[in-house]
């Protein structure tokens, strides 16, 4: 990890991050911003609220080394103000070591859970607000996904299968700064105080040119029993769901401002966030295992004895994780599949963007390098509100590409 230069946000928050480039040279940034507390120091604070030995609490280890937590002293527009500032410092970053101008940049997608958009000073579409604090051209395509922790994958797929975003320099923005209610655990679940980590992870690429997605899949499972529920930062934008059997009425649009989000089950009453650990654990075992699985043996009929690229999903805690990896080898499918979020935390939004780019510094068994021209991964990511979404992600030598970049 390292500490920018200056190693603060404007507010005095600490801000820590990590660079990783792909062979062909896409850069992935990640930056993780507030206090930064050990997992000792999160179980013994936990213990302590929740009334909870700090035993048993080791005993059900979520598998993250850190979090970074908002500071509670912050309030809610100061918290928001780190987010954006955090997102622009880290896109600044991406920008510069892709030696790109930023007139070159042709569209910016921020993808998020609980986006910071519901402050005094209201955002009506998030990554325009973030491409023009950085200082790209207005007129440039956003796009902002707020599907929770599916929201990342969903945005990736959107930048190659879209026309305005092919064949351009396109700076992805994962961003989550959800701490600012998680760090409360009065008004949140002892899992959700534990295991949410703010963090922004930012990937620069040319659509179409460096990279593809194949066999791409979108699905929404609804949680109709609420068992992971959240504050809607962008209910506002929302419409009521009159028909709880059309799952279209969960995945809306809001075509003025280039959004499209989750509907996700609302919290009990005096909470912002709410997990049944035990019956959340169920609930994406019992949708999305199921749909890991048979998008995996799909993809092995179309490749019948090609060796398997390796799997980077969603890490929203070893646990669940670790249900995953246990049906791919009941299955015998021999696909790596690592946990690459264990140093600081489940981000939501952000936590695919973070592994995806630690995972450009992966090798599988043979040692050889996976963002080799020809070589792919497999794109895994669910979430709250049931959405979850699966692709291949095929990595291009641009010199051969170089016909589809737009002008």
């Given at each position: 990890?390292?500490?920018?230069?200056?190693?603060?946000?404007?507010?005095?928050?600490?801000?820590?991050?990590?660079?990783?480039?792909?062979?062909?040279?896409?850069?992935?940034?990640?930056?993780?911003?507030?206090?930064?507390?050990?997992?000792?120091?999160?179980?013994?604070?936990?213990?302590?609220?929740?009334?909870?030995?700090?035993?048993?609490?080791?005993?059900?280890?979520?598998?993250?080394?850190?979090?970074?937590?908002?500071d509670?002293?912050?309030?809610?527009?100061?918290?928001?103000?780190?987010?954006?500032?955090?997102?622009?410092?880290?896109?600044n970053?991406?920008?510069?070591?892709?030696?790109?101008?930023?007139?070159?940049?042709?569209?910016v997608?921020v993808?998020?859970?609980?986006?910071?958009?519901?402050?005094?000073?209201?955002?009506?579409?998030?990554?325009?607000?973030i491409?023009?604090r950085?200082?790209?051209?207005?007129?440039?395509?956003?796009?902002?996904?707020?599907?929770?922790?599916n929201s990342?994958?969903y945005?990736?797929?959107?930048?190659?299968?879209?026309?305005?975003f092919?064949g351009?320099?396109?700076?992805q923005?994962?961003?989550?700064?959800?701490?600012?209610?998680?760090?409360?655990?009065?008004?949140?679940?002892?899992?959700?105080?534990?295991?949410?980590?703010?963090?922004?992870?930012?990937?620069?690429?040319?659509?179409?040119?460096?990279?593809?997605?194949?066999?791409?899949?979108?699905?929404?499972?609804p949680?109709?029993n609420?068992?992971?529920?959240?504050?809607?930062?962008?209910?506002?934008?929302?419409?009521?769901?009159?028909?709880?059997?059309?799952?279209?009425?969960?995945?809306?649009?809001?075509?003025?401002?280039?959004?499209?989000?989750?509907?996700?089950?609302?919290?009990?009453?005096?909470?912002?966030?709410?997990?049944?650990g035990?019956?959340?654990?169920?609930?994406?075992?019992?949708k999305?295992?199921?749909?890991?699985?048979?998008?995996?043996?799909?993809y092995?009929?179309?490749?019948?004895?090609?060796q398997?690229?390796?799997?980077?999903?969603?890490?929203?805690?070893l646990?669940?994780?670790?249900?995953?990896?246990?049906?791919?080898?009941?299955?015998?499918?021999?696909?790596?599949?690592?946990?690459l979020?264990?140093?600081?935390?489940?981000?939501?939004?952000?936590?695919?963007?973070?592994?995806?780019?630690?995972?450009?510094?992966?090798?599988?068994?043979?040692?050889?390098?996976?963002?080799?021209?020809?070589?792919?991964?497999?794109?895994?990511?669910?979430g709250?509100?049931?959405?979850q979404?699966?692709?291949?992600?095929?990595?291009?030598?641009p010199?051969?590409?170089?016909?589809?970049?737009?002008?």
């Amino acid at each position: 990890m390292e500490t920018l230069t200056p190693p603060k946000l404007s507010s005095g928050t600490p801000i820590d991050i990590d660079r990783h480039r792909s062979v062909t040279g896409i850069v992935g940034i990640n930056g993780q911003w507030g206090v930064k507390l050990s997992r000792d120091e999160v179980i013994s604070r936990a213990s302590t609220y929740y009334q909870v030995p700090e035993d048993e609490l080791r005993k059900k280890d979520l598998g993250f080394d850190c979090i970074y937590q908002t500071d509670p002293q912050l309030d809610d527009e100061a918290a928001i103000s780190d987010e954006i500032e955090a997102a622009v410092t880290v896109g600044n970053e991406v920008i510069r070591e892709r030696e790109w101008a930023k007139p070159d940049v042709g569209g910016v997608i921020v993808t998020s859970g609980m986006p910071g958009i519901n402050g005094k000073r209201k955002i009506p579409n998030y990554a325009r607000e973030i491409a023009d604090r950085i200082g790209l051209d207005p007129d440039i395509p956003t796009l902002n996904v707020f599907a929770a922790c599916n929201s990342p994958a969903y945005g990736l797929a959107a930048a190659h299968e879209r026309e305005e975003f092919q064949g351009k320099r396109i700076l992805q923005v994962n961003v989550e700064g959800m701490t600012r209610y998680t760090n409360n655990p009065k008004r949140v679940d002892i899992t959700s105080y534990r295991a949410f980590s703010n963090s922004v992870s930012i990937t620069g690429y040319v659509s179409l040119v460096e990279t593809e997605i194949h066999h791409h899949r979108h699905e929404i499972i609804p949680d109709e029993n609420g068992v992971l529920a959240a504050t809607m930062t962008y209910k506002d934008k929302t419409k009521p769901i009159t028909d709880p059997k059309d799952i279209r009425q969960y995945w809306q649009v809001d075509s003025e401002n280039n959004t499209e989000m989750i509907i996700m089950a609302e919290p009990p009453e005096g909470y912002d966030i709410w997990m049944d650990g035990m019956a959340t654990f169920r609930f994406f075992g019992r949708k999305s295992g199921p749909f890991l699985l048979r998008e995996m043996k799909a993809y092995m009929d179309a490749h019948p004895g090609k060796q398997l690229p390796p799997i980077f999903a969603h890490n929203p805690s070893l646990p669940v994780f670790d249900l995953f990896v246990g049906d791919l080898k009941r299955n015998e499918i021999p696909a790596p599949m690592p946990f690459l979020a264990k140093e600081d935390g489940n981000s939501s939004a952000a936590t695919l963007g973070k592994v995806l780019h630690r995972g450009f510094d992966y090798h599988d068994g043979n040692v050889r390098d996976i963002t080799e021209p020809g070589r792919s991964v497999i794109i895994f990511a669910y979430g709250a509100g049931g959405s979850q979404d699966f692709a291949e992600l095929v990595f291009l030598d641009p010199n051969l590409y170089r016909d589809r970049l737009a002008a």
